[in-house]
């Protein structure tokens, strides 16, 4: 199995800045493809803030461009989001995901796994 662990969300004003880190773990990773971050506003559907793929091609959501920054730590199944000048219109539960290969014995699956959620909520 393979486990996602969020941290560093919270409370912010407007035009301040919080960094997300996502952490994969678990024996039986083999490859992790693709990691990033999602995150769903109360009433509103989850959608794709940023990912990033494990050659380093980055996607950003059009509402994100130009004050998040999506990063990835390979040695540490590690993926980071840096978001800066953020909006209330930005307060969500921001979920972290990962499109990863497992190995068991010699059985191999490709699945995508999400992590808790973490908090993000900005104050006007």
């Known amino acids: 199995q393979v486990q996602l662990v969020e941290s560093g969300g919270g409370l912010v004003q407007a035009g301040g800045s919080l960094r997300l880190s996502c952490v994969a773990s678990?024996?039986?990773?083999?490859?992790?493809?693709?990691m990033g971050w999602y995150r769903q506003a109360p009433g509103k559907q989850r959608e794709l803030v940023a990912s990033?793929?494990?050659?380093?091609?980055?996607n950003y959501t059009n509402s994100v461009k130009g004050r998040f920054t999506i990063s990835k730590d390979n040695a540490k199944n590690t993926v980071y989001l840096q978001m800066n000048s953020l909006k209330p219109e930005d307060t969500a539960v921001y979920y972290c995901?990962?499109?990863?290969?497992?190995?068991?014995?010699?059985?191999?699956?490709?699945?995508?796994?999400w992590g808790q959620g973490t908090q993000v909520t900005v104050s006007s």
């Open positions: 995901n990962a499109d990863v290969t497992t190995l068991i014995v010699i059985t191999t699956i490709r699945h995508n796994y």
């Open positions: 990033v793929t494990s050659g380093g091609t980055t």
């Open positions: 678990g024996r039986s990773i083999h490859t992790i493809h693709a």
